[in-house]
């Protein structure tokens, strides 16, 4: 290498695992990232720190736990004295925020992001600064350079409704938007080492968008558990959930019907469609300006959907569809084949092995480890227990499901073990919790946690549990068992 290694990390909102054909789905259009995930370190269980956007998205790009950097739900700014992967990095690279953030300050640059090219205005309640309330983002002055005007309001200024902008042409909307604008900040980088953060919303609700005819709803693959509420001994919240979900008609459709939920799921999968076009975009300038072969290629989500398995739309609960998310690392300086990582990853992880392979110190109060060693195949992730978190109800899900009894059942906060041996425990501070044999359930349609079989593995869980809460400073009480 002739300069540091650049940094392209790519994320989306909302996207789960099976979306892309090495997790198993041969059917839907993605050649981009599949072309991505043959180049790549391919993470099988990759987890989320925490279900749910803002939290996750911390943990991303700090390398700390929710509970520790101080994001524990939704809407929370991230605290300007937590430093992000950006604010690490020396001073030599140029640095880039595009799209989504969520983290406080939507539209402006912070946290070491010295470019920063803002895509939402729908999080202006959490703006720091009243005086703030007179800016809106970039990619709302692009919509209206092209003749487009605005539907809604928002504090106090007209703005475009998610709605407005997912009803738009291909070549208006957001993701194409931040294909284009990231692909020329690579073009123009030239010999500074850079690193680029981009972040879609996409396949993030409205659930609609320019390709929503592209996939045939009755050919979409399901599972078991599709359109399946959730068993007796389920906790309270996805009981509710499910039962809300499956009575109502969400995004123009009618969700107690098959068809219903088909049509959503096939305008999901229209959206990641559309998230792959915008990453070729992406991925063709790194190819076109001579800087693939130095730069380390990161694309994941910061947590998963539902879209039916359950009988339930959205995320915030502890199903794999909510929580295990893609996960591909395109490290060219150690060859571009795929490579299959199996066992537990979890997104803690992600800061400290980047910056490992950056060559930049890993300061000693981040929370993951490194796994670079596991890409070198000097050890493995075999033995790696994951571990996720849920801090209570944070307006999620959104206040159109709106009983007190659902918001209430949202509060408990819970933690989560996925052991190295595949078995996932949820430990409710209040009411049900959840035990699922992963090797032989993976679809999560038993509950075991009241079966006396199992009740030394449920107390070895939970040790392991505690000691996890021990290391990481984590507060929360979780039921004796």
């Known amino acids: ?31 981009a990232l599949n072309t991505l995930a043959e180049e790549s370190f391919v993470f099988e269980n990759a987890y989320v720190s925490q279900p749910v956007c803002s939290p996750s998205r911390a943990t991303m790009l700090t390398g700390l736990w929710p509970h520790t950097c101080g994001v524990p739900s939704c809407n929370v700014p991230l605290p300007a004295d937590v430093p992000t992967i950006a604010e690490l990095l020396s001073d030599e690279y140029a640095t880039a925020y595009m799209g989504k953030w969520h983290l406080g300050d ?6 070491g992001f010295e470019t920063w090219v803002g895509s939402e205005d729908s999080y202006r309640h959490s703006y720091s600064d009243a005086a703030r309330l007179s800016h809106l983002s970039d990619y709302h002055h692009f919509l209206l350079e092209n003749g487009f005007e605005p539907d809604a309001e ?18 208006f909307t957001k993701a194409t938007y931040l294909g284009e604008r990231a692909a020329q900040f690579i073009r123009d980088s030239g010999d500074q080492p850079f690193a680029l953060c981009v972040s879609y919303l996409e396949p ?41 979900y499956m009575a109502s008609e969400e995004y123009g459709y009618d969700l107690q019907t098959e068809e219903g939920w088909r049509s959503v799921r096939a305008r999901y999968w229209g959206n990641v469609t559309l998230v792959d076009r ?65 066992g537990n990853f979890s997104h803690i992880d992600l800061v400290p092995t980047l910056l490992k392979l950056m060559g930049v110190p ?31 109800s944070d307006g999620h899900p959104p206040a159109s499901i709106g009983e007190a009894e659902v918001n209430r059942s949202m509060a408990p906060p819970l933690r989560t073990i996925v052991s ?33 079989d199992h009740r030394n593995r449920i107390r070895d869980l939970t040790e392991r549990l505690r000691q996890w809460q021990e290391r990481t400073g984590d507060k929360e009480t979780l039921p004796k068992v």
């Open 106 to 111: 939507e539209i402006f640059p912070q946290h």
């Open 1 to 31: 290498m002739t300069k540091k290694p650049n940094l392209l990390f790519i994320f989306t909102d909302q996207q789960r695992a099976d979306t892309l054909r090495c997790y198993g789905n041969d059917q839907i259009h993605v050649p």
């Open 154 to 171: 928002n504090q106090g200024e007209r703005i475009f409704s998610r709605h407005a902008e997912a009803s738009l042409a291909e070549e």
């Open 278 to 342: 915008s990453v070729e975009k992406i991925l063709r300038a790194l190819d076109e300006s001579g800087q693939a072969d130095n730069t380390i290629v990161v694309f994941t989500s910061d947590h998963g959907e539902m879209v039916g398995d359950h009988g339930i739309l959205g995320k915030t609960v502890m199903y794999e569809e909510s929580v295990k998310v893609p996960m591909l690392m395109r490290v060219p300086m150690l060859g571009v084949a795929q490579k299959r990582i199996s």
């Open 420 to 452: 190295a041996d595949r078995w996932k425990l949820n430990l409710y501070a209040r009411g049900q919790c959840e035990l699922y044999d992963l090797n032989a359930d993976a679809f999560e349609m038993e509950n075991l946690f009241d079966s006396p």
């Open 362 to 392: 890993i300061p000693e109060n981040l929370q993951g480890e490194s796994r670079v060693p596991v890409l070198h195949g000097e050890a493995s992730l075999e033995g790696n227990d994951a571990f996720i978190e849920w801090n209570g």
């Open 204 to 244: 993030h609700p409205p659930h609609t968008g320019p390709l929503n005819d592209l996939y045939e709803p009755w050919s979409l693959p399901t599972g078991p558990s599709f359109m399946q509420k959730p068993p007796a001994n389920a906790p309270l919240i996805t009981r509710l959930m499910a039962a809300y």
